[in-house]
Each structure stands twice: as structure tokens, then as C-alpha cells.
């Protein structure tokens, strides 16, 4: 059973994606492939980054955006939900 | 103690696990809490401390930065007079709107809004110095985990907004948790 639509599958897979890619993708290539990650006294990582932080920093960018972009679409294209007042799980991110 | 089964396709996969309705409760009123209160704690700290100068932050801090072309045009003029009124409040509305569950989700995505300056900026700042995952990105998780799950149904003055006319069958509902 699967009722996602068209904006929660590009919330979840491009947005998520995006997201997943530029810290946890790229974080791993960065320690397996990347010069060595020498901590300073005051516990800072050095980075040696083999891709470059600000397309990294893109990447997660595009990846948030991405989802509050899809939220406020699903706010503003979506129909109004329905059912009883108290107590129902909310329905705002289901439609 | 009740135990919800949630059972779905993701991933191409049918997906079932349980989970106990208490707990879930539970949990999601203490992201709240502490979410919250750090959004107030910001918010009125910089109120106290009237007036508040962000032009160090819009037009220092983000110089160089991913979001320079979208934060240093609001470093002086009107659009700095805007974000040194806007940051407090906005902050203050947050953290008393996830505390009370009052607009849950608009708080909560608001409090996403606002901390993805904060991660960009403050990690440029810092020289992601330790690492790209820090406490603004997880702070960003935890409201959208607030937005996702429609927190404001525990305890939540939401619960009474949700029987006003407003916001009963009306797109508006969803701005409630």
C-alpha cells in the first residue's frame, strides 16, 4: 500500500536524496578517498575534501530546499483535509 | 499501553513495524519542548537585549558563503530594519508555538526556514569543523520531523483550534500539527 504522491516521491527521493548524497555519500568518500582527516588540539577536523565544500554544501542546500518547497506546495495545492476534529492522526502531510 | 502498526510500501518494499501510540506521544511532545525552548531562549534573549543588530550575521557572517547572493542584500536599509525586527519575533512566535502546539507545523516549518541560514552561515563560519553534520542540521531534522508527524495533536492548544470554523475542513488545518 502506497499512497504518495507525485510532490511527496520528489520530497522523498530528490529532496532526501540530495540530502542523504551530500552528508552521508560524500562524507564517506570524503574519509575513504580523501586526504587524511587530522584533528587539531581543539578536536576540528582538518578537511582534505575531495569534492569541494561549496558543491557539497549545494547539494544538502538543493536537498532542503527541495522539501520546504514540496510542504508549501502540498499546503497551497492541496485539498482540504477531512474527518472528525480531536484526537485524528493530522492529515496535513498525507494528501 | 497501545501499539500502533504502521504498515506501508517504501522503497519498493512493503514495510511494517510497530509502535507504541504512548511512547510516540511522548517523544514527539519532548521534540517539541526542547525545540521550542531553544527558539524562544533565542528569541527573547536577543527581545531583552533590545535593540538587536543582525547586520554582523546578513552582512558579515554570510560574505562568501552558499547563501550570500540570498542574505547580504538584507544587510542594510529597510530589508536590515526587517530581519532585526523579524529574527526575534519570528524566534519568540516559534519557540511559543511549539511549547503551546499552537500552528505546530507552521512554527515548526518556520523554525526549519530559519535554521537552514544558520547551518549554512554559521558552518561557513566555522569551517565545518567538525564535520557537515552539526547541531543546526539536526535541529532542521527535528522540526522537520515535527512538520512530518503533525506534533500538535499531544497537548496542543491545536486540538482546540481544529474544532474552530477557520480551520475545520479547510486548507488552513493543515498549518495546525
Known sequence: MSDLSTADQIAMYVGGGLVVLGVVVIGLLDMLLGAGHPVDSEGAIEHAAVVPIDIRAGIILLGLVIWGLVAVYKFAAGSAPSGSTTGQTPSGMDD | ?177
Open chain 2, 1 to 177: 499501553m497501545s501499539t500502533q502498526s504502521i504498515r506501508t510500501r517504501f522503497l519498493g518494499t512493503e514495510t511494517s513495524f510497530s509502535v507504541s501510540g504512548a511512547w510516540l506521544s511522548y517523544w514527539i511532545l519532548l521534540l517539541r519542548l526542547t525545540a521550542g525552548w531553544w527558539m524562544l531562549h533565542a528569541g527573547l534573549d536577543k527581545i531583552w537585549a533590545w535593540p538587536f543588530d543582525a547586520s554582523w550575521f546578513v552582512g558579515g557572517a554570510a560574505q562568501g558563503t552558499i547563501l550570500a547572493p540570498f542574505v547580504t542584500p538584507f544587510s542594510d536599509g529597510i530589508l536590515l530594519a526587517f530581519v532585526n525586527v523579524a529574527v526575534p519575533l519570528g524566534q519568540t512566535a516559534i519557540g511559543f508555538g511549539l511549547i503551546l502546539g499552537v500552528l505546530t507545523r507552521t512554527a515548526a516549518f518556520f523554525g526549519a526556514f530559519m535554521m537552514l541560514f544558520f547551518y549554512f552561515i554559521n558552518g561557513y563560519g566555522g569551517g565545518w569543523a567538525n564535520g557537515m553534520v552539526t547541531g543546526e542540521l539536526l535541529g532542521i531534522m527535528v522540526f522537520g520531523t515535527i512538520v512530518a508527524l503533525g506534533a500538535g495533536g499531544v497537548l496542543a492548544v491545536d486540538n482546540r483550534l481544529r474544532e474552530m470554523e477557520l480551520f475545520e475542513n479547510t486548507r488552513l488545518r493543515k498549518l495546525l500539527g
